[in-house]
């Protein structure tokens, strides 16, 4: 099976603060794989460090097979990532359709009816401005946005965060439509029963390094480590 990204061995600082202490993981082309952990555990470092925000210093990243350790992140994007950032950076004063606008790139693939077939809501908000648009809604214009650009991986920074359990299944219902069509997801969360919904695997990471790596059955099994890891 192919792959769509391969992190191994990386250790990245923020100047001495070791925050990433070897961590591996891949995803498999098609795979939606989570990534879980509390607070602070070093999830968005995990992110930065595979687009090339805060590079490893140590240990290599491949994407789609290719090595980009090195590689400055305007580079790496152009391979096809797609980055929901932490806290959905949408624009403002933008409307929904001027947000999904603006990030087209790309002929094929993606385009506004699409992203609306996958959040109807939004379809039904085109004109209203991000500023406007409830938690749910703009967590969902950030997904959006990143399809817009037609990724081929999609790198997602905990999606569920701050949302309404009813969006959540929403949220849910619309990740899945994108697992069928086929994309490869890598999505930091820590709401587990979201993970355990639409993982086809699940790493669990403490400190900066993986403590549980599994099938989403094994970890629904696995009390010790839910309870130790992630206090549920
Ligand atoms: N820019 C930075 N400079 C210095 N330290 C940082 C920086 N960003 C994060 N850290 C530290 O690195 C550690 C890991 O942070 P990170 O943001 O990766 O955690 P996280 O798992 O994403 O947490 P959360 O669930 O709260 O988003 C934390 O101790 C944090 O304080
Ligand atoms: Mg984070």
Do not use: C
């Not at 693939?109 to 500023?131: C, I």
């Not at 965060?161 to 949220?171: N, R």
């Not at 355990?196 to 599994?214: C, M, N, P, Q, W």
């Amino acid at each position: 099976m192919s792959e769509a990204l391969r992190v191994e061995d990386v250790h990245t600082y923020y100047g001495d603060s070791y925050v990433l202490q070897g961590v591996s993981l891949r995803v498999a082309s098609g795979q939606l794989v989570t990534v879980l952990g509390r607070n602070g555990v070093g999830k968005t470092t995990l992110i930065r460090s595979v687009v090339g925000f805060t590079p490893p210093r140590s240990g290599r990243v491949w994407v789609h097979g290719e090595d980009v350790t090195r590689w400055p992140s305007h580079r790496i994007a152009r391979l096809g990532i797609g980055l929901v950032p932490q806290g959905r950076r949408i624009f403002p004063s933008l409307n929904v359709e001027e947000n999904l606008t603006v990030a087209a790139r790309g002929k094929n693939g993606w385009t506004l009816d699409r992203v609306y077939e996958v959040f109807p809501r939004l379809r039904e908000r085109a004109r209203h401005r991000g500023a406007k648009l409830s938690g749910g809604e703009q967590q969902m214009l950030a997904i959006g946005r990143a399809l817009m650009t037609n990724p081929t991986l999609l790198l997602m920074d905990e999606p569920s965060e701050g949302l309404a359990p009813k969006l959540v299944l929403e949220l849910a219902h619309a990740l899945l439509q994108l697992k069928e069509r086929g994309l490869s997801i890598l999505m930091v969360e820590q709401n587990l029963p979201l993970a355990l919904r639409l993982a086809d695997y699940v790493y669990v990471i403490s400190k900066g390094t993986v403590v549980f790596e599994g099938r989403a059955d094994e970890l629904r099994e696995a009390e010790d480590v839910r309870q130790r890891y992630l206090g549920v």
